[in-house]
């Protein structure tokens, strides 16, 4: 269905000072230079702090983690990460996303509703919409004379029968050749001009409700077709929720909001673009709403504070591997199991004189090594000699490993099929030799301290005060 959507966008200048401070909202604090209302800590608390979360904070101990966020999306701006191409992509897109569905009232969405109803009830036309049934002898176009001969014989019968009286519905379900409508005792629905062959259009529309056509041939066949019901289409509050569902579904709203840019664009001539006219009305829905003001800049802070935390800390730590190797040396005593675990291959081969084979080929290499050099000696053509699992394994974790070194009686070891050898290889530990046997842990634990000590060098680098007169009044004005 063709829509046409006609509006108007009045473009909203932008108010200076979104992010001030009324005169009832004192700051709460001085962060690098940059004064913190205490709306926008209040916001950001209460969020963090609802009755679903565990670990929740009094208002003094929060202080503390609101400061070093705040450390850190300035480090980020100092950074310039806002000015990246990645940060403003993702960033308009998500204002976009919040400020795109206010451009579009609830009037504009009725109005759109009454245009889709208007043109349906154009397409329509006089005649409205009927409801009927057929029964359908199919014939193809190509058909011989025979073919036609026995086809007209054959709805000449059918008509017979309904002209003495058989019922409708019952032989329609029997020797109508319609699969779609046969089941339904030949019920084709509502519909209206246009939506059928002409011929068999004509034929419906010139019957009365009640009514039944004598043959009638169409490209489909011959049809005998009974009028059931006629109507013209019910008003449109009838239609109205249908229509604003479906035009939910479809996207209108992005659409309507397209369109009243692209009119306030060319409104102004060409001196505002569309990023302007969004922008604009980011900051005038920021200057009366403070929950969408706080939110936008929450996500603006949060995509600032990944990427230098990215930066400077996660990614940093899980790629050097030589401080991961220093830490983990320097904190041996933190990481202990309470288990032994083996280190090492569970794998089933075909040929018992792989078993030593496999051996051969990995003990002398690292164990980050294994899997390519067990793959070049047995797995690298068209033939698999070798079913392997490498890790560090618990018990419970491998069945082979299980039996064959933790001695676990009665453990059932499912065989590998066309691999019915089963061996393992590696050693038991009774604590991690190496950072990579708890790389995980160490990991976490080595961004930790980086954090630690980043957080640390904020707090020197950047000046930060705290108002304790105005902390004390936070939710309490």
Same mark, same amino acid.
């Given at each position: 269905?063709?829509?046409?959507?006609?509006?108007?966008?009045?473009?909203?200048?932008?108010?200076?000072?979104?992010?001030?401070?009324?005169?009832?909202?004192?700051?709460?604090?001085?962060?690098?230079?940059?004064?913190?209302?205490?709306?926008?800590?209040?916001?950001?608390?209460?969020?963090?702090?609802?009755?679903?979360?565990?670990?929740?904070?009094?208002?003094?101990?929060?202080?503390?983690?609101?400061?070093?966020?705040?450390?850190?999306?300035?480090?980020?701006?100092?950074?310039?990460?806002?000015?990246?191409?990645?940060?403003?992509?993702?960033?308009?897109?998500?204002?976009?996303?919040?400020?795109?569905?206010?451009?579009?009232?609830?009037?504009?969405?009725?109005?759109?509703?009454?245009?889709?109803?208007?043109?349906?009830?154009?397409?329509?036309?006089?005649?409205?919409?009927?409801?009927?049934?057929?029964?359908?002898?199919?014939?193809?176009?190509?058909?011989?004379?025979?073919?036609?001969?026995?086809?007209?014989?054959?709805?000449?019968?059918?008509?017979?029968?309904?002209?003495?009286?058989?019922?409708?519905?019952?032989?329609?379900?029997?020797?109508?050749?319609?699969?779609?409508?046969?089941? $339904?005792?030949?019920?084709?629905?509502?519909?209206?001009?246009?939506?059928?062959?002409?011929?068999?259009?004509?034929?419906?529309?010139?019957?009365?409700?009640?009514?039944?056509?004598?043959?009638?041939?169409?490209?489909?066949?011959?049809?005998?077709?009974?009028?059931?019901?006629?109507?013209?289409?019910?008003?449109?509050?009838?239609?109205?929720?249908?229509?604003?569902?479906?035009?939910?579904?479809?996207?209108?709203?992005?659409?309507?909001?397209?369109?009243?840019?692209?009119?306030?664009?060319?409104?102004?001539?060409?001196?505002?673009?569309?990023?302007?006219?969004?922008?604009?009305?980011?900051?005038?829905?920021?200057?009366?709403?403070?929950?969408?003001?706080?939110?936008?800049?929450?996500?603006?802070?949060?995509?600032?504070?990944?990427?230098?935390?990215?930066?400077?800390?996660?990614?940093?730590?899980?790629?050097?591997?030589?401080?991961?190797?220093?830490?983990?040396?320097?904190?041996?005593?933190?990481?202990?199991?309470?288990?032994?675990?083996?280190?090492?291959?569970?794998?089933?081969?075909?040929?018992?004189?792989?078993?030593?084979?496999?051996?051969?080929?990995?003990?002398?290499?690292?164990?980050?090594?294994?899997?390519?050099?067990?793959?070049?000696?047995?797995?690298?053509?068209?033939?698999?000699?070798?079913?392997?699992?490498?890790?560090?394994?618990?018990?419970?974790?491998?069945?082979?490993?299980? $039996?064959?070194?933790?001695?676990?009686?009665?453990?059932?070891?499912?065989?590998?099929?066309?691999?019915?050898?089963?061996?393992?290889?590696?050693?038991?530990?009774?604590?991690?030799?190496?950072?990579?046997?708890?790389?995980?842990?160490?990991?976490?634990?080595?961004?930790?301290?980086?954090?630690?000590?980043?957080?640390?060098?904020?707090?020197?680098?950047?000046?930060?005060v705290v108002n304790e007169e105005v902390l004390k009044t936070v939710n309490k004005h």
């Open positions: 269905m063709k829509r046409s959507f006609i509006a108007v966008f009045l473009a909203v200048s932008p108010i200076a000072g979104t992010f001030g401070q009324a005169q009832d909202d004192p700051v709460v604090m001085t962060i690098a230079g940059v004064d913190v209302p205490r709306s926008e800590f209040e916001y950001s608390y209460n969020k963090n702090n609802t009755d679903g979360v565990i670990d929740k904070k009094s208002v003094e101990e929060y202080v503390d983690l609101f400061v070093n966020y705040k450390l850190k999306v300035q480090a980020a701006l100092d950074a310039h990460i806002d000015t990246t191409a990645a940060f403003r992509t993702e960033f308009t897109q998500y204002r976009d996303q919040q400020v795109r569905p206010t451009l579009v009232t609830d009037a504009d969405m009725l109005a759109e509703a009454q245009k889709v109803y208007a043109q349906t009830k154009a397409g329509i036309g006089p005649d409205g919409l009927v409801s009927a049934a057929h029964i359908l002898i199919q014939l193809s176009q190509q058909a011989s004379d025979e073919q036609q001969r026995l086809a007209r014989q054959r709805i000449d019968s059918v008509y017979a029968a309904l002209q003495a009286g058989a019922d409708f519905e019952g032989l329609a379900r029997k020797v109508s050749q319609d699969p779609g409508s046969a089941s $339904r005792g030949g019920m084709l629905g509502w519909f209206s001009r246009n939506q059928m062959v002409k011929e068999f259009e004509d034929a419906a529309f010139a019957l009365q409700p009640g009514e039944m056509s004598k043959p009638v041939l169409s490209p489909f066949g011959w049809h005998i077709i009974l009028m059931k019901e006629r109507k013209q289409l019910e008003p449109f509050e009838f239609y109205k929720d249908n229509i604003l569902r479906f035009l939910e579904q479809r996207n209108a709203r992005q659409s309507i909001s397209e369109q009243k840019l692209a009119a306030s664009v060319a409104a102004s001539g060409g001196s505002l673009t569309k990023e302007q006219l969004l922008q604009q009305r980011a900051d005038s829905l920021a200057a009366v709403d403070p929950e969408a003001r706080y939110l936008m800049k929450e996500y603006h802070d949060g995509l600032l504070l990944y990427e230098i935390s990215n930066r400077m800390v996660w990614e940093k730590a899980s790629k050097d591997e030589a401080a991961q190797a220093r830490y983990f040396k320097k904190n041996k005593k933190k990481y202990k199991w309470e288990e032994p675990r083996f280190k090492g291959i569970a794998y089933h081969v075909k040929d018992a004189a792989d078993v030593k084979a496999v051996v051969k080929c990995v003990k002398k290499l690292d164990f980050a090594d294994w899997n390519e050099a067990l793959h070049k000696a047995f797995n690298n053509d068209s033939i698999i000699r070798i079913r392997v699992e490498k890790g560090l394994f618990k018990k419970g974790d491998n069945a082979l490993v299980d $039996r064959e070194v933790f001695k676990v009686s009665g453990v059932q070891v499912d065989s590998v099929k066309g691999f019915p050898i089963d061996a393992t290889y590696g050693k038991l530990l009774k604590k991690p030799k190496d950072y990579t046997d708890v790389r995980g842990l160490v990991v976490a634990d080595l961004q930790d301290e980086m954090m630690r000590l980043w957080v640390a060098d904020l707090r020197r680098k950047y000046s930060f």
